[in-house]
């Protein structure tokens, strides 16, 4: 396990990530409801900019999508912290290398435990029949 230190320097980093998160899902959430979609389908005025019009609410979406998952990822790993189980495997029990969780601070496997299972759940690129 990650010494206490270690675990400290590792919460306020998980905190300030967290709280810039927080910031930016609000300016997302205001910038989308400044620029409603019927808003910009207003403005069109063929079918190529109806479509760049979508692509922009989509990708808006998108990322607030992106930033809530990582945002429930840290208050995970904030859970973890609290429960005196952060940097334990949740696979094999084993502790997680300390520069892996320097480098991804929300890891839930060791190394090893991750490498297979995204070998089991990757998603082949090519027909296997």
């Not at 190529?48 to 979406?61: F, I, K, N, P, R």
């Not at 320097?102 to 090893?112: E, G, H, K, N, S």
Request: charged share 35%; proline share 2%.
């Amino acid at each position: 396990m990650p010494k206490h230190n270690e675990i400290a320097d590792l919460k306020a980093a998980l905190d300030t990530r967290y709280a810039e998160l927080r910031e930016e899902i609000r300016r997302e959430l205001l910038q989308s409801d400044e620029e409603h979609f019927i808003d910009l389908a207003g403005q069109v005025h063929d079918l190529q900019d109806e479509s760049l019009a979508d692509l922009l609410v989509d990708l808006g979406l998108e990322i607030i999508d992106m930033h809530l998952t990582e945002v429930r990822e840290i208050e995970a790993a904030l859970g973890r912290i609290s429960a005196g189980q952060y940097g334990d495997c949740m696979d094999c029990r084993s502790e997680i290398e300390t520069d892996r969780l320097q480098a991804y601070p929300t890891a839930r496997r060791c190394w090893d435990c991750q490498s297979k299972y995204e070998r089991s759940y990757a998603v082949p690129s090519h027909s296997t029949m």
